[in-house]
């Protein structure tokens, strides 16, 4: 497959708390880093996504008194997975890895800002009504698949691919180059979500990466 001038890999919170040593841990999240540069290559156009929390954020668990990190509480939007504190504004954990390869990036997206609202989707937030701004971006500059990859497959990667689908892109996620956290199913069911809405699934080496 060649990558061509309405294709963009769109590359999901690959930051330091994801990854081995960080507050929220994807489980071998650092294997996602070769395939990812590797799909680099291949791409003209590349888009990332920085996961972007101020402190004392509603998701983290520490913002609920008695409450654990991967326990849930109920927000005005719905239920919510309560996580270890991660990617907060300006510190290390928030960083994008400088093992990435991606210097011809031409956008990064920072999502989850608002405090008391996440956001696992680089399309919209958990309340699935505020938009990022993202699929208007994508629509102005004629893209119409979008490649997804990165961490974690059943969380930013599912829920953003889904919600690409639902702004009217074509949807592929790269499996190889991508991590789960897993919790609970979630990935299974992700991928089942991702299948409904009619995401493709792809490995990188099919797509020359
Ligand atoms: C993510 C949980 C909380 C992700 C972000 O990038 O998948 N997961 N914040
Ligand atoms: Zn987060």
């Known amino acids: 497959m060649q990558a061509t001038e309405t294709d963009l890999l769109l590359v999901i919170d690959v930051q330091a708390d994801f990854l081995p040593g960080g507050t929220l841990a994807v489980p071998d999240g650092d294997a996602v880093i070769a395939p990812i540069n590797a799909l680099g290559r291949t791409f003209k156009h590349v888009a990332l996504t920085q996961d972007w929390h101020p402190a004392g954020h509603a998701s983290f668990a520490t913002s609920h008194p008695g409450k654990k990190p991967f326990g849930t509480v109920r927000l005005a939007y719905g239920e919510q997975v309560l996580w270890p504190e991660h990617c907060i ?104 979500d991702m299948a409904a809405a009619g995401v493709e699934r792809e490995e990188s080496w099919a797509i020359g990466g």
Request: aromatic share 10%.
């Open 89 to 192: 504004q300006g510190t290390p954990g928030a960083e994008l890895s400088p093992l990435l390869a991606l210097p011809h990036a031409e956008l990064i997206i920072r999502k989850g800002y608002r405090p008391g609202i996440d956001s696992y989707s680089a399309f919209r937030e958990a309340d699935r009504i505020t938009p990022t701004g993202l699929a208007g971006y994508l629509r102005e500059r004629g893209f119409t698949r979008i490649f997804l990859c990165g961490l974690a497959t059943d969380y930013c990667v599912g829920w953003s691919a889904i919600d690409a689908r639902e702004a009217g892109f074509q949807a592929v996620v790269v499996e190889d180059a991508c991590r789960a956290i897993d919790l609970d199913g979630s990935l299974e069911r992700a991928w089942g």
